[in-house]
């Protein structure tokens, strides 16, 4: 079962999901961006593959992605997110991140 889920771009492509489980996190690649020539994984510790990666903690890769220090202090009190709650902060902070992987809360 799935909580909250995030879709994750690759240079503005639908790349896949990342989900909240009851059992922690969840993604998979989209089966179309796999078949896509310009298709390149979303971190190194993420190859391209069909099936999905779990794991119990956020993934590395994404919560490296989330604000630090001062800049996670403001995101955290203009959006009353708590400072340990990774996704929410993933979900809200890295809609428009530096780099080529960019978070929606919606499928656009």
Known sequence: MAFRTAYVY????????????????RFVYDEDYLKSEKAS???LTLPLRAEPYDSATLFPFFDG??????????????WKIDVKDRFGLLLIACRDVIGNVSIAEEKR
């Open 10 to 25: 690759v240079r503005n492509a639908f790349a896949g999901i990342l989900s909240e489980t009851d059992s922690g996190y």
């Open 41 to 43: 994984p979303v971190s």
């Open 65 to 78: 992605l989330i604000p630090e220090g001062w800049l996670l202090g403001v995101v955290s009190r203009n």
